[in-house]
């Protein structure tokens, strides 16, 4: 009579475990749904507070999810990237190159404001500011020689003992910029007259590795204290 008592209650037992366990799974089911689901209404209301979308849209106006705030509002560029995330519309857009020798504009044309926040976006080393007729001018530094430039450059020395870039034959007119001072008793007495005659009439460049070619070859006849700020500049 016992054994038979002690094997009724073991079924028993096993009759009951079925609904608790079926129960602790739709239990662990449900809380796992809802922490999902909690989870991802707070990263969405979180990054859509910061990242709103634009006006009509159901994205982020940033593709690679970084607001406006991250430009430096110290900056000319940082202060028009926040004028056109407040503006909605069209503006005209210049591209502005500058070179080791020469500048050249180009007109890019109107384009809307995401547009130009987006091309300013996908070139964070250009500058960017509003000209007085209202157009933004993008501005692109070129480690070359602009291709006016490649035709006309010179270097020389000129009246005052300073290597200076010219555009065209070594007139005053025509300077540049002036790179430091040489030692022109140093040049006198280290040079051959062909190589300062050649100096005097002007070295033509035609690309950045015969500028820097003759940068650093005079360098070394640079007095001392202009060829500091020339390293300071540069």
């Given at each position: 009579m016992f054994g038979l008592r002690i094997r009724g209650l073991k079924k028993r037992i096993k009759r009951q475990r079925r609904p608790i366990w079926s129960l602790g799974m739709w239990a662990g089911a449900v809380l796992a749904a809802t922490l999902a689901g909690a989870y991802i209404s707070y990263q969405y209301v979180n990054e859509w507070s910061v990242f709103p979308p634009g006006k009509g849209e159901d994205q982020p106006v940033w593709s690679d999810n970084l607001p406006v705030s991250y430009e430096d509002a110290s900056t000319s560029r940082g202060q028009t990237m926040t004028a056109l995330s407040k503006w909605d519309g069209e503006v005209e857009v210049v591209l502005h190159r500058v070179y080791l020798c020469g500048e050249e504009s180009r007109l890019l044309g109107k384009h809307t404001t995401r547009e130009t926040m987006e091309l300013l976006k996908a070139h964070r080393e250009w500058s960017a500011s509003f000209d007085r007729s209202?157009?933004?001018?993008?501005?692109?530094?070129?480690?070359?020689?602009?291709?006016?430039?490649?035709?006309?450059?010179?270097?020389?020395?000129?009246?005052?003992?300073n290597l200076s870039l010219y555009d065209?034959?070594?007139?005053?007119?025509?300077?540049?910029?002036?790179?430091?001072?040489?030692?022109?008793?140093?040049?006198?007495?280290?040079?051959?007259?062909?190589?300062?005659?050649?100096?005097?009439?002007?070295?033509?460049?035609?690309?950045?590795?015969?500028?820097?070619?003759?940068l650093s070859t005079f360098s070394d006849f640079a007095v001392e204290k202009t060829k500091d700020v020339m390293k300071s500049s540069g």
């Open positions: 209202g157009r933004v001018v993008m501005e692109e530094a070129v480690d070359d020689l602009s291709p006016a430039c490649r035709k006309t450059a010179t270097i020389a020395l000129d009246e005052d003992g065209g034959p070594p007139r005053k007119e025509n300077v540049i910029r002036t790179f430091f001072q040489l030692d022109v008793g140093s040049l006198e007495s280290s040079l051959s007259k062909e190589r300062l005659k050649e100096l005097a009439k002007g070295i033509r460049v035609t690309d950045r590795d015969e500028y820097n070619s003759v």
